[in-house]
């Protein structure tokens, strides 16, 4: 047998063993009636991203599970693929054009997206790479990615029937839109973050009167937009004004006094501003009233229907508003007042509630299967205290927005008709009106939010909609591993579309993993300069080093602070291992293999302390305690297995025993 060298080197060591795995099939996922089906599916990284330890993170426990699970018998299958990211891609392609002095408009919809194809085959590829290079044992013959030809189909499947069934409509509603991205955001999309800022008093003359009523606004320049003025109906300050108006100031138009309860009488002056066009609340309340519906910013969010104010951007109207109603005499006070603002969550710009026609998925329809498999415990949360978070999300979950103004992603499948208006919704691309007859058909022109089609991840990937073997054996799927923080985005919408479309659940169990910080607790991120690369953690120290690190440090559904220092000591752990190794092939030969007839002392106790070790470790694997049950396994290999049993064996090696 050749002698290992002296020190271990995984630079050499875990390409050519990884490369030797997938060479001989060790990953492949196999159907086998006389064994049991695990099934994990990756969630998709974007196609744009490179591994980041997050990425890492969250591969490294699906990969520690899967293969626990080979190894126990099972027939392991664990699918990995891409998301085609509309955003985050058509703004990389975008950028990449601005560099040559071009937009997208330059080369029109059809080359735009001939040019994000090319630009997903060159780099699309790139983290595929590096998750292998982090020793991911996925099936790499199953990759899938959110656009390819069969998770079309079942997107296309997914609109269409849900169209039939009246679960997706087309309407003006209230969405919240990215002025930077120029695309709707579903609420998901939205992250709200504590900002300071002003509440402006503002005085509204009553009609024919000496009267006024006080409104409060953190939004001076909605209130172009305003077409009412709202107070509680039991409250005795302004009941003799409900039904009258009063003058909207700057702009001078009369706009009615109305009662509704969804106003706080107790609440700052009691009267609140209605603008239906740019608040959720107040677009409820003008459908109850019948009121008037202005829009006043277009999607950069410039003013439009504001007279002397229109192109101006919604911050200059602000400065602009404020001072013009100082000088008018209507402005009361100013205050101090620290609000959570909607933030775009890709790029991070205050997003506007507008109005827009948009498509919607009905979702209270949806949402109480969804509900009912947590409650009942079909699909459990490790840790379940997640399972209140999503409870509370989902029984106050709103319609969802999945129409989005970009070019790449899956095409909304509607058509209009130029001559009767009807719209055609159809699985295949239809060439004349169904109702009418006319060709003179237009498509849509949005494409459906990403999520949209990464809902139906744990089917499409099994060949969806078509009933195929795999979908039979391998669905539903068994765990799945992701992180707290896109709950809302993904885990929600998977379960209700396992439910609708399957009418199983998508996966028996949902294990959350926290967010990996600094050694300073910090989130880490680009502009903070504080994130850590893997693949240069791997090329410095090895993929085991990395992964070992990441595990012993976690435990379900708690973030973890990362230290570069301990991947080195893990790095001295996986050269302990190699050079144990190496004392062991040095001193045993071929045909030594198996137990002597006499076990000394030292045998019987690490045999006990082994055993012991694997009823441990495994009790810790079924309840996702990966963390605890590395600890162990560390302890036993570097105390119990190297410093004491193969110490205690040096006299009888040494005597040729």
């Known amino acids: 047998m050749k002698e290992l060298s002296k020190t271990y080197d995984p630079s050499i060591v875990e390409k050519r063993i990884y490369d030797m795995w997938v060479e001989k099939g060790c990953f492949k996922g196999v159907r086998d009636p006389e064994k049991k089906p695990f099934t994990i599916v990756i969630p998709p990284p974007n196609v744009t991203g490179q591994l980041h330890l997050g990425h890492a993170f969250d591969e490294t426990l699906q990969d520690a599970l899967v293969r626990v699970k080979r190894m126990q018998g099972y027939a392991a299958l664990w699918i990995p693929g891409t998301d085609h990211a509309g955003i985050a891609t058509q703004i990389k392609v975008e950028e990449m054009l601005r560099k040559e002095g071009k937009t997208r408009y330059d080369l029109g919809r059809e080359k735009f997206i001939d040019l994000v194809w090319e630009w997903k085959k060159k780099y699309g590829g790139r983290i595929v790479e590096q998750l292998k290079s982090l020793g991911s044992s996925c099936d790499w013959d199953r990759e899938r990615f959110t656009m390819d030809e069969g998770c079309s189909r079942?997107?296309?499947?997914?609109?269409?029937?849900?169209?039939?069934?009246?679960?997706?409509?087309?309407?003006?509603?209230?969405?919240?839109?990215?002025?930077k991205c120029t695309t709707a955001l579903s609420d998901a999309e939205v992250e709200y973050e504590e900002k300071p800022g002003k509440l402006w008093n503002i005085r509204y003359p009553v009609k024919d009167s000496d009267e006024y009523v006080v409104v409060a606004t953190t939004r001076p320049e909605t209130m172009l937009g305003d077409t009412g003025v709202a107070v509680h109906p039991d409250d005795e300050r302004y009941t003799?004004?409900?039904?009258?108006?009063?003058?909207?100031?700057?702009?001078?138009?009369?706009?009615?006094?109305?009662?509704?309860?969804?106003?706080?009488?107790?609440?700052?002056?009691?009267?609140?501003?209605?603008?239906?066009c740019h608040d959720p609340?107040?677009?409820?309340?003008?459908?109850?009233?019948?009121?008037?519906?202005?829009?006043?910013?277009?999607?950069?969010?410039?003013?439009?229907?504001?007279?002397?104010?229109n192109g101006l951007d919604r911050y200059e109207a602000r400065k602009v508003i404020v001072e013009d109603l100082e000088k008018g005499g209507y402005l009361v006070s100013i205050e101090d007042h620290v609000h959570n603002v909607g933030t775009c969550y890709r790029c991070g710009t205050d997003v506007e509630p507008i109005t827009s026609a948009q498509w919607f998925v009905k979702m209270k329809p949806l949402a109480k299967e969804a509900i009912r498999v947590v409650e009942e415990g079909e699909i459990k949360f490790v840790p379940d205290r997640f399972s209140k978070t999503y409870m509370n999300w989902m029984n106050g979950v709103r319609d969802w927005c999945i129409s989005r103004q970009l070019w790449w992603g899956h095409r909304i499948p509607a058509w209009y008709c130029a001559d009767c208006g009807h719209v055609t919704v159809s699985r295949e691309d239809a060439v004349k009106c169904e109702k009418c007859g006319s060709t003179h058909i237009t498509q849509d022109e949005d494409v459906l939010d990403t999520w949209f089609s990464s809902a139906l991840w744990p089917f499409s990937t099994l060949g969806w909609p078509d009933k195929t073997e795999d979908l039979a054996y391998f669905y539903p799927t068994s765990v799945l591993v992701t992180g707290y923080d896109i709950i809302f985005f993904w885990v929600a919408r998977m379960i209700f579309s396992g439910m609708e479309h399957m009418k199983q659940i998508p996966f028996r169990t949902v294990l959350f993993h926290g967010?990996?910080?600094?050694?300073?607790?910090?989130?880490?991120?680009?502009?903070?300069g504080n994130g850590i690369d893997p693949i240069e953690m791997i090329e410095k120290y090895g993929a085991d080093a990395l992964r070992i690190n990441i595990i012993t440090g976690n435990s379900p559904g708690n973030d973890m602070r990362f230290y570069t220092e301990r991947c080195e000591a893990m790095r001295n752990f996986a050269n302990k291992i190699w050079n144990a190794s190496r004392f062991v092939m040095m001193n045993l030969k071929g045909d030594e293999a198996g137990l002597p007839d006499e076990l000394a002392l030292e045998d019987r106790w690490i045999l006990s302390?082994?055993?012991?070790?694997i009823r441990e470790v495994t009790d810790n694997i079924e309840r996702f305690e990966l963390g605890i049950a590395a600890t162990k396994l560390y302890d036993f290999i570097w105390g119990s297995f190297c410093d004491w049993y193969i110490e205690l064996t040096m006299p009888r090696v040494s005597a040729g025993d």
């Open 240 to 276: 003799h004004l409900v039904g009258k108006t009063c003058i909207l100031p700057l702009v001078g138009r009369e706009i009615p006094i109305i009662a509704d309860e969804y106003v706080e009488r107790d609440f700052g002056t009691g009267c609140v501003k209605m603008t239906p």
């Open 281 to 309: 609340n107040d677009f409820e309340v003008g459908k109850r009233h019948d009121l008037e519906e202005i829009l006043i910013l277009d999607g950069d969010a410039k003013i439009i229907n504001g007279g002397k104010y």
């Open 154 to 179: 079942a997107v296309r499947e997914v609109f269409v029937s849900l169209y039939e069934k009246g679960l997706i409509y087309k309407g003006n509603r209230i969405i919240n839109w990215c002025p």
């Open 515 to 528: 967010l990996i910080r600094d050694s300073q607790g910090k989130k880490m991120s680009k502009s903070a």
């Open 609 to 613: 302390k082994l055993n012991a070790l």
